[in-house]
């Protein structure tokens, strides 16, 4: 099988957080690729460097040591400036919590990576691009609301919506179902899924939820700030969480 250039590399990530007098080690030394199409999830129980792991990815903060190559280029070494440049224009971000701007409507929502880049969202391109994601995130009719007039799933839809807009080369979601009920979570997944199934959208999803996980094609079990297991899926429409339950048992986990 042809292998393509990856999307993104970490290559032995350390980081060091200064705690008062104390130090903490989040990451001791990780590396990961990821594919172009690639839906991979990093799993992992509280506190085991998830969040220090994906921030470190989308170049939202820098690691300790180790390096970062996103689409070719390595981002860990950028200067402030250029590290958000290319964060805006390369990756998405989904959070827990869903972030939106309460004055704002949900396609004005979605449209800020457009109006802050000094485009208008109401017409042409983004325009298209707006109507698309609202379809694929199956908010279609929605797009007048106000983020206090959607349900919490609908808001995060909306969140997940406004990352991929700018259809970024990486969304990087960290526990997007976290502050949601089971069902409305499943419409979060269903949502990533169909934009990594339907536009090859590459996915790093941080969990430490099964259900959530069993959408990747891999799992990364993240423990102690390394990666301790890989466990490959493949790609499958039925999501069921029952085939990487057994395996985590199988591994003691
Ligand atoms: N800004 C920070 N300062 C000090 N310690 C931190 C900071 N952020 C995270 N940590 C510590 O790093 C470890 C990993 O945290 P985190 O990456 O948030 O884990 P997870 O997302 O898996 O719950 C934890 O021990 C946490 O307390
Ligand atoms: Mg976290």
């Known amino acids: ?13 350390t980081k060091r957080y200064a705690f008062g007098d104390t130090t903490v080690d989040a990451l001791r030394g990780v590396s990961l690729t990821v594919q172009p199409g690639e839906f991979v999830a990093l799993m992992g129980s509280s506190g085991s460097g998830k969040s220090t792991l994906l921030h470190i990815l989308g170049g939202l903060d820098k690691p300790t040591s180790g ?21 805006r224009d390369r990756t998405g971000f989904v959070f827990q919590f869903f972030n939106l701007i309460p004055l704002l409507d949900a396609a004005e929502n979605v449209g800020l ?5 000094g485009q208008d969202p109401r017409n042409g391109e983004a325009a298209d691009r707006i109507r698309d994601v609202f379809e694929l995130v199956d908010l279609g009719g929605k797009e007048h609301h106000r983020p206090d007039q959607l349900s ?14 700018n259809r970024p080369s990486i969304v990087l979601a960290d526990e ?26 590459t996915i790093v999803l941080v969990t430490h939820d099964a259900k959530a996980a069993a959408y ?27 085939p990487l339950i057994a395996r985590l048992a199988q591994l003691g986990l």
């Open 1 to 13: 099988m042809a292998i393509a250039a990856p999307i993104l590399e970490a290559r032995d990530l």
């Open 67 to 87: 390096e970062v190559v996103l689409g070719g280029e390595t981002i860990s070494g950028l200067g402030d400036d250029a590290a958000t440049r290319l964060r």
């Open 113 to 117: 990576p457009f109006t802050i880049a």
């Open 152 to 165: 919490a799933g609908e808001q995060q839809r909306v969140a997940i919506a406004r990352a991929l807009v």
């Open 176 to 201: 997007p179902t976290g502050n949601l009920d089971f069902t409305t979570g499943g419409e979060i997944l269903e949502a990533l899924w169909r934009s990594c199934a339907k536009r090859g959208q």
């Open 216 to 242: 990747a094609d891999r799992v990364e079990v993240i423990q102690d700030g390394v990666i301790r297991d890989e466990i490959v899926l493949g790609r499958r429409d039925d999501h069921a969480a029952a």
